[in-house]
């Protein structure tokens, strides 16, 4: 088969997005950016910066037909793939391991000489493949959701989990680039912004109406309190989505279930 590798189309964004979809489970979807009712339209418009842009989207095709695309990050000395996806009828044809030594091919031109990816630990068949591809693991990401409020239900004491939520006078923080934020939300339907507070900065993330999302190191959520309550304060009807390393949170803070595990993979480039 005879297939061409070029800067991803911008008409084809909403195709690439359409396999992207087919590919994700629903709940595993909907905690991703990629649900986001803007994602096309952000990825069109970094497709408008060309070579220029952090985001790079690679496409696959035969003849004028997509049939798979990669989207790789640019990061400090790392590149970074976001997404690898190719059209079911073509799964066979190792079109992925081409869209693969392609990145690694991109990432060597700009003296790059490290590669990431995220991959669900469910997905066995994928995880081995990377393996075979070179990539080892790093770390182990756990995906845990939950309400900001702790139901009154449960049988531990709450009280610490909701102090002082509705007292807004009692809550001192203060949030950066929050104008920034509202209009990349109304846009694209995600955004970030960073909360300040007399115990830290957190970085809070936020997918569509649904949730807050946080990723944190590992020991740093204790509960984390002063945060949830500011949550609490900004938009108590999102839920909460926790990124950590931390494998057995839910021990510690009953709000949390955890919903998926994500592997980090790196290879290193050979000179």
């Known amino acids: 088969m005879n297939v061409q590798f070029s800067p991803l189309h911008e008409d084809d964004i909403h195709q690439a997005c359409q396999l992207l979809r087919s590919y994700l489970p629903e709940q595993v979807y909907n905690q991703?950016?990629?649900?986001?009712?803007?994602?096309?339209?952000y990825l069109q418009a970094a497709c408008r910066c060309g070579s220029h842009s952090t985001t790079l989207l690679i496409g696959a095709y035969?003849?004028?037909?997509?049939?798979?695309?990669?989207?790789w990050r640019r990061m400090?000395?790392?590149?970074v793939l976001n997404n690898l996806n190719v059209d079911a009828a073509y799964r066979k044809d190792g079109i992925g391991g081409l869209l693969m030594a392609y990145g690694e091919k991109l990432a060597r031109m700009e003296g790059i000489n490290k590669l990431a990816l995220d991959?669900?630990?469910w997905n066995e068949q994928v995880h081995a493949w990377y393996?075979?591809?070179?990539?080892?693991?790093?770390?182990?990401?756990?995906?845990?959701?939950?309400?900001?409020?702790?139901?009154?239900?449960?049988?531990?004491?709450?009280?610490?989990?909701?102090?002082?939520?509705?007292e807004k006078d009692e809550l001192d923080y203060i949030i950066d680039d929050y104008p920034m934020a509202e209009a990349h939300h109304f846009k694209y339907g995600f955004s970030s912004f960073r909360i300040r507070t007399k115990q830290k900065t957190s970085v809070v993330g936020r997918l569509g109406e649904q949730y807050f999302r946080i990723q944190m190191q590992s020991g740093e959520w204790d509960g984390c309190y002063h945060?949830?309550?500011?949550?609490?304060?900004?938009?108590?009807?999102?839920?909460?989505?926790l990124l950590s390393p931390d494998a057995f949170l839910r021990e510690s803070d009953r709000r949390l279930i955890l919903s998926n595990e994500s592997i980090r993979m790196i290879k290193i480039l050979e000179n």
Request: net charge negative; with cysteine.
């Open 227 to 241: 945060l949830t309550n500011v949550l609490i304060d900004l938009d108590r009807e999102r839920k909460l989505l």
């Open 131 to 166: 393996l075979r591809l070179g990539f080892a693991e790093e770390g182990r990401t756990y995906w845990y959701e939950g309400g900001l409020i702790q139901s009154l239900d449960d049988t531990e004491d709450v009280t610490a989990t909701v102090a002082h939520a509705d």
């Open 62 to 71: 035969s003849g004028d037909i997509l049939i798979g695309f990669a989207e």
């Open 119 to 121: 991959v669900f630990s």
């Open 76 to 79: 400090e000395q790392m590149l």
């Open 32 to 41: 991703t950016i990629f649900a986001c009712t803007g994602y096309a339209a």
